[in-house]
């Protein structure tokens, strides 16, 4: 997996994998922002809380992102206001604004060094259309009290614009620097944090719940919070059919132009972010966006080559420097699904489907799992609840689990080339005595086959030529091309070829 420029700069600690049984009071699963977060309210009322991760802290999306900590979530109060109602749409600002102020306060009260600046956020448009949509926004904004000012023009900022909405008091920062920092705090607090430790499946027994970890280990939690992104245990929440997996791309080079300071984003698609990052009196264009369905592209490296078109085109920038990718999970109704995992269970709470607008909401999942566990209630669960039926009786639901039908069998169908010639750093799908192989062979002439059968439900996996992963289009699970896990919900890794067929989910299915 190409790194991003956060990871790629940034000094992290290093916390030892879990090597033994434990107990804990609260597990979190994930160390990213939505887990930190958690763990860092949940300080003040426990001192046995125990975060896991399966890879290394901010090593997910929270340290791939644009950084920008904002509740200018493109345009989502007028849609949220006529589906929900005014009431709910307010507070969903409410809700950001108050995540906003959390990440601020932390940044200050520990005086966090992690290029923190607050900047006004932009949603733009090119088009007509989009114009429309923009109003239409702005109106709702307006009715709602939310502080947009709507423009005409961005002075200093050189895309010839429609129209545009503003939003002061936002901020961007560098999300992983945040997170080293983060986890440093909480583990003064009191906090474990044990990193490389996959939770490989949970249990019930009792009133206590047993997750288990790598070797034959076990996390005995009476609370257990799934902060992993990904929704790995389902609890017939159905997540798996209720959000879909997306991939975006960013990249960074040298601006040698300055643009207005700001955040920006336009309305209409390929999606497109900005920013500008500032570091040893250097500016740098991040700039990206560029979505697709997880699984769904025929040529993800090309992606590249229409981002760098579109930066030189508009900014004045130096060679790319940096690129990479990484995932985010989109809801039906484009709110992230936070809180009791369903309605009849207790203690097992979930924050998924943050449809890349993670970082303020990893704050308000913070709030809300702190409110549920200290009082039973908190103002934001409504708006934010996972069980809502509006995420699921809708005819978004019904399109988009027909696509994963649909592809399912397309993945059945799709044949795979006989010859077995695989060149170097190629991918592609091979057959094999009759069967079905992924084929990868490395930049030293090291070929790997694997079972590209996903382990979680059974759909057929597609090459990724930019991550040289193998990808799910169905539910978004990842595995790097030796079959090890990359991105759940899948538990199980590919197996190789002469290991037999893949483990799928038994507990889904
Ligand atoms: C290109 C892009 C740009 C974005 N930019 C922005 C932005 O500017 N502003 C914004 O608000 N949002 C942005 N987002 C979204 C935001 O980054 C995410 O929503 C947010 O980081 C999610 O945080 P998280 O902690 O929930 O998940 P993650 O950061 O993904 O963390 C989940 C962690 O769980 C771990 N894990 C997974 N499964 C298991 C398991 N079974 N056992 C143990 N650990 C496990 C993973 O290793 C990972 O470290 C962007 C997203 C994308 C794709």
Request: aromatic share 12%.
């Amino acid at each position: 997996m190409e790194n991003s420029f956060w990871i790629l700069n940034n000094e992290s600690e290093d916390y030892s994998a879990l090597d033994k049984s434990i107990d804990a009071e609260y597990l979190i699963v994930g160390a990213g922002l939505t887990g930190l977060h958690t763990a860092y309210l949940l300080s003040d009322i426990s001192s046995n809380i125990v975060i896991v991760d399966a890879n290394k802290v901010g090593s997910g999306s929270s340290g791939r992102n644009t950084g920008k900590v904002t509740s200018s979530h493109g345009l989502i109060y007028d849609y949220i206001s006529q589906k929900y109602g005014d009431k709910s749409s307010k507070l969903y600002y409410e809700a950001n604004e108050e995540g906003l102020r959390l990440i601020k306060d932390i940044v200050q009260k520990y005086n966090i060094d992690c290029n923190f600046e607050t900047v006004p956020n932009y949603i733009f448009t090119t088009e007509d259309e989009g114009l429309e949509e923009i109003k239409k926004e702005y109106k709702s904004c307006e009715r709602l009290g939310i502080p947009y000012e709507y423009l005409n023009n961005i002075e200093g900022f050189p895309i010839k614009i429609k129209g545009a909405l503003k939003l002061d008091n936002q901020a961007q920062f560098d999300s992983k620097k945040y997170m080293n920092k983060l986890a440093q705090i909480i583990c003064e607090k009191g906090v474990s944090i044990y990193e490389n430790t996959p939770v490989l499946g949970l249990d019930t027994d009792k009133n206590e719940y047993i997750a288990k970890v790598n070797g034959d280990n076990e996390i005995k939690a009476k609370t257990v919070i799934i902060a992993s992104s990904n929704p790995w245990h389902d609890s017939l929440g159905l997540y798996f059919s209720k959000e879909q997996a997306y991939r975006s791309y960013l990249t960074l080079s040298k601006l040698n132009k300055p643009i207005a300071k700001g955040m920006y984003i336009n309305v209409e698609k390929p999606s497109k972010t900005i920013r500008v990052y500032h570091e040893n009196d250097r500016d740098y264009l991040v700039c990206g966006g560029f979505d697709h369905k997880t699984g769904k592209c025929d040529d993800e490296c090309k992606i590249f080559g229409s981002i760098v078109e579109f930066a030189k085109n508009n900014f004045k920038i130096g060679m790319l420097e940096y690129r990479w990718s990484t995932q985010d999970y989109i809801t039906t109704d484009n709110i992230p699904y936070i809180g009791h995992i369903n309605n009849n269970t207790n203690n097992l709470y979930i924050a998924t489907g943050f449809c890349k607008w993670g970082i303020t909401t990893s704050a308000v999942a913070a709030i809300i799992f702190k409110d549920l566990i200290t009082n039973g209630e908190c103002k934001y669960k409504e708006v934010f609840n996972p069980s809502r039926t509006g995420s699921y009786l809708n005819m978004k639901y019904l399109k988009e689990n027909s696509i994963v039908a649909y592809d399912y069998i397309k993945g059945k169908l799709k044949k795979g080339h006989t010859d077995c010639q695989v060149e170097k750093d190629e991918g592609k799908v091979v057959i094999i005595n009759g069967d079905k192989y992924g084929a990868y062979r490395d930049k030293d002439g090291k070929l790997y086959v694997v079972d590209i059968t996903c382990t979680h439900l059974g759909c057929e996996l597609k090459f990724n030529s930019f991550e040289k992963s193998w990808d799910c289009p169905c539910h978004g699970s990842r595995f790097s091309y030796d079959g090890s896990i990359l991105n759940g919900p899948a538990l199980k890794p590919l197996k190789l070829l002469g290991m037999g067929d893949n483990d799928i989910d038994p507990d889904l299915v």
